[in-house]
């Protein structure tokens, strides 16, 4: 018996359905599962989730079984009687990608004359033309003529689908971010009421608001350690001044490649104390009069109590193994979700390009490499890791490649002598 096709369902329906499944699934959410995840890879998988994929009939895979032998009634119309005869059966077997659900929606445009299958499975359609031919061209028109009309059925779902799948990033971003905030919120106004809390604890971030020469952290407060404690504050910082620190450490990689005389002569650590008094002449914190702080011969830091949400590590290229060894040092440090981190690699080889290239390979084959970031150019390559032992503990990461005079390459391995 033969499958009616593109009927069942009204696809509008059907894919409004699936956004109000998503919105469902964020506001069900466990809370600290939902705050405690990567929201970049939560906004995927929402999205993944509702989105629909229309199915793309193989037509240039399609193959035919061996001809069989049916049963079928016919009425005889003059006498009135109803005889059996036994025919031909054809039968065209064609592969398709997508789902099979779409094949029962019907689209906002339509036609009276719906295309119809034998069967249909999850990876095949099967069309069946039963009768006698002589002509095999006239057989062939007969399944071609119900390709066509359920491609033109699928092109119209296609148009919907299409449409709803580009809407769905935004969508499940507002949705998250929504949902996000007013988590944050409540946790927030909870933690002003006075009394203790006490929970297990979450993915809570808050930003320090960075000014200019001015930084006034201001912390909202997280859950305690599910054992009675009170609520402690969790600082990061923020997009903004993050940008900033970096276009400062851009500007003084630049004006530091303009002066290869000067630099000549200096080794990683002078580099770095070079750095810190840009950074400083820009930030300024409250408590101290430096926000950046150097821990060590090559760390630039902002630390809040016992976190670094800014850490800055400084390298001389040494192959392919500085890199990971740098990554492991920074991923070593304690560090909390949204910690922003930079890798300054100091260059001294011929060709930059290459070496660029080269650490940028060392970086994406590191275990906690997660993917790449917004900036990818020669001046600046952003990525994203993850904490070690969590892969929801996000670290921004901006790798930023110094180009500095190939003739202190001998001075240099002098110094460090």
Not at 128 to 133: A, I, N
Request: with cysteine; glycine share 6%; proline share 6%.
């Amino acid at each position: 018996m033969s499958e009616v096709l593109f009927r069942q369902y009204d696809l509008h329906q059907t894919l409004r359905a699936a956004s109000a499944k998503i919105e469902g699934l964020v506001a069900q959410w466990d809370a600290d599962a939902f705050l405690k995840a990567s929201e970049h890879d939560l906004i995927d998988k929402l999205v993944e989730e509702g989105s629909a994929h229309c199915p793309q009939l193989l037509r240039d895979q399609a193959w035919m079984p061996e001809m069989a032998e049916v049963d079928i009634e016919v009425h005889d119309r003059f006498f009135g009687e109803t005889a059996t005869r036994r025919v031909p059966q054809f039968i065209l077997v064609v592969p398709y990608t997508g789902e099979k659900d779409v094949f029962y929606c019907r689209p906002s445009t339509w036609t009276s004359v719906v295309p119809q299958a034998q069967s249909l499975t999850t990876s095949e359609l099967r069309l069946e033309v039963t009768g006698q031919f002589t002509d095999p061209a006239q057989l062939n028109n007969r399944f071609t003529e119900e390709l066509d009309r359920i491609d033109q059925y699928l092109a119209w779902c296609r148009e919907e689908i299409d449409r709803h799948n580009a809407a769905l990033p935004a969508f499940v971003t507002g949705l998250v971010s929504a949902r996000k905030q007013k988590l944050l919120d409540g946790r927030n106004l909870q933690s002003q009421i006075g009394f203790p809390i006490r929970r297990r604890p979450d993915a809570s971030t808050y930003s320090i608001p960075v000014t200019r020469k001015t930084v006034s952290p201001q912390r909202l407060p997280r859950p305690g350690l599910g054992n009675g404690e009170p609520f402690a504050p969790e600082p990061a910082l923020s997009d903004a001044d993050y940008e900033a620190a970096l276009h400062v450490l851009e500007a003084q990689r630049n004006a530091l490649e303009r002066t290869p005389s000067v630099v000549a002569s200096m080794d990683e650590e002078t580099i770095r104390n070079l750095l810190l008094v840009s950074l400083n002449a820009q930030f300024k914190g409250t408590a101290a009069g430096e926000l950046f702080n150097g821990d060590g011969k090559t760390d630039i830091l902002i630390r809040e109590r016992d976190r670094n949400v800014f850490i800055g590590e400084c390298k001389m290229w040494d192959g392919p193994q500085t890199v990971t060894d740098a990554l492991d040092q920074l991923l070593g440090y304690l560090v909390w979700r949204d910690t922003k981190a930079a890798l300054l690699m100091f260059i001294r080889t011929k060709d930059v390009t290459a070496t660029i290239q080269s650490a940028t390979a060392a970086i994406e084959a590191h275990p906690n490499y997660k993917r790449r970031g917004t900036h990818d150019t020669d001046g600046r390559i952003d990525v994203v890791m993850h904490a070690n032992g969590d892969p929801d503990r996000e670290i921004k990461l901006a790798f930023l490649p110094f180009s500095l005079p190939r003739d202190a390459t001998s001075r240099f391995a002098q110094a460090k002598r």
